[in-house]
């Protein structure tokens, strides 16, 4: 029962904890002590002995560990035709330290794709990789749900219908360009539809205007918009989690308010869905997953060193199987293990610990990985 085609039974969702040898170049790097070219020299030496890393535990799906990035979503939104970065205030909250307060704004009209450094990423993956290379990307609702309406000038976009097709367009090209450079797994981090499960951050959207079911509907339609060039033989996979900075969250609540539209109407291939604590709820919402979907289910947490146990794992994935078909299930941790730079408050021993573990239940459970 192993997998043939992503996602792969034993899978991880891309972030890794940044090496020794990495953050002592960035940090020189934003000293002004060496230049790009030097610190690209150290991204590449290090990416690819993660590279290596992860076909040595046996992971099938390979990523750069976002090693060239300091932020999850703003280093890919911010370089997106008519998109810019600035400091501001943050909207949503982590519940504990922060992240540097670096906030998106639309400058002017998207849909247009002049290229992107990420694409460079990827193909430095495919060319040292034996394993499949994976991309992983932020929602496009990153661009809108933590700021809503003030990070889109109505001088711009009078018309929010507008700014969502516009959008979706910008998605669109940028998806097949990642085609057209060989990717053939890509996953998109939909964080914001979690968000949405929880009671707190519906009231918050609402105090600034926006409908909770109005925007997961429209969030729905704008992801369909963005795959919808994607070509057939490409994996498309969703994230999803509550927040993770520095092994802290943002939301709580389960997937109930959001699953059928998660499941039924979003037309991606696969879920990696967060499922180490009962922040996430049960795992009862997986009985709207249809045939031809996979889930993969996020027990094993990125945000502790404890190593979880064969033993606890399996009984999870049983009781996931009550809801769905144990063969559209596999097995990864809740998240990354560095959605920022900073990365979570763990080891890196622990974090390759984790991984091999979930190699060896993947094994044990379906066969195979």
């Given at each position: 029962?192993?997998s043939?085609t992503p996602?792969?039974?034993?899978d991880?969702?891309g ?10 170049a960035?940090e020189k790097r ?5 230049d790009?070219?030097?610190l690209r020299?150290?991204?590449d030496v290090?990416?690819i002995?993660i ?7 046996g992971?099938?799906?390979v990523t750069d ?8 979503q703003?280093d890919?939104l ?7 970065s600035?400091?501001?205030e ?6 504990g330290p922060?992240?540097?307060p670096v906030?998106?704004?639309v400058k ?5 794709f002049?290229g ?6 990827f193909?430095f993956v495919?060319?040292?990789t034996?394993?499949?290379?994976k991309?992983?990307i932020?929602?496009p609702?990153s661009?809108h ?8 000038p109505?001088?711009i976009y009078p ?10 367009l910008?998605y669109?090209?940028a ?5 057209d450079?060989?990717?053939?797994y890509?996953?998109?981090?939909e964080?914001n539809?979690a968000y949405?499960?929880?009671p ?11 409908d909770?079911?109005?925007l997961l ?9 963005a795959?919808a ?5 490409m ?5 999803l989690c509550?927040?993770n ?6 939301a709580?609540g ?6 059928d539209?998660?499941?039924n109407?979003?037309?991606v291939?696969a ?5 180490d ?5 049960g ?11 996979t ?5 094993v947490?990125?945000?502790?060193g ?6 606890d794992?399996?009984?999870?994935i049983?009781d ?7 063969d ?6 809740q998240?990354?293990f560095?959605s920022?730079?900073?990365g979570?408050?763990?080891a ?6 984790k991984?091999?573990?979930?190699v060896?239940v993947?094994t044990?459970?379906?066969g195979?990985v």
């Amino acid at each position: 029962m192993s997998s043939v085609t992503p996602p792969f039974r034993a899978d991880h969702v891309g972030s890794l904890l940044r090496s020794a040898p990495l953050k002592d170049a960035r940090e020189k790097r934003r000293l002004g002590q060496i230049d790009a070219a030097a610190l690209r020299a150290v991204e590449d030496v290090e990416i690819i002995k993660i590279i290596k890393k992860q076909e040595e535990i046996g992971l099938r799906g390979v990523t750069d560990g976002e090693y060239r990035r300091a932020f999850w979503q703003i280093d890919f939104l911010e370089k997106l035709d008519g998109v810019e970065s600035y400091e501001g205030e943050r909207k949503v909250k982590f519940q504990g330290p922060q992240p540097r307060p670096v906030l998106l704004r639309v400058k002017s009209k998207l849909g247009g794709f002049s290229g992107h450094p990420m694409l460079d990423h990827f193909r430095f993956v495919k060319e040292h990789t034996k394993q499949t290379p994976k991309m992983t990307i932020p929602s496009p609702s990153s661009l809108h749900f933590r700021y809503g309406r003030e990070a889109i000038p109505t001088s711009i976009y009078p018309d929010m219908a507008e700014f969502y097709r516009d959008l979706g367009l910008s998605y669109r090209k940028a998806i097949k360009a990642f085609a057209d450079a060989g990717c053939r797994y890509l996953q998109i981090d939909e964080v914001n539809l979690a968000y949405l499960c929880d009671p707190a951050l519906r009231d918050q959207v609402k105090a600034r205007g926006d409908d909770p079911d109005t925007l997961l509907n429209t969030y729905a339609d704008l992801l369909n918009s963005a795959i919808a060039d994607a070509p057939d033989d490409m994996t498309i996979a969703m994230h999803l989690c509550r927040g993770n900075f520095r092994s802290t969250f943002v939301a709580s609540g389960g997937y109930e308010p959001v699953a059928d539209v998660l499941f039924n109407k979003i037309g991606v291939d696969a879920y990696f869905m967060e499922y180490d604590t009962d922040r996430a709820g049960g795992f009862e919402p997986l009985r709207l997953l249809p045939k031809g979907k996979t889930v993969v289910l996020g027990i094993v947490t990125t945000k502790t060193g404890q190593l979880e146990s064969m033993d606890d794992l399996k009984r999870r994935i049983a009781d996931a199987a009550k809801h769905a078909p144990l063969d559209q299930l596999a097995l990864s941790p809740q998240c990354g293990f560095a959605s920022t730079e900073e990365g979570n408050e763990l080891a890196e021993a622990d974090m390759w610990n984790k991984l091999a573990r979930v190699v060896e239940v993947a094994t044990d459970v379906w066969g195979g990985v």
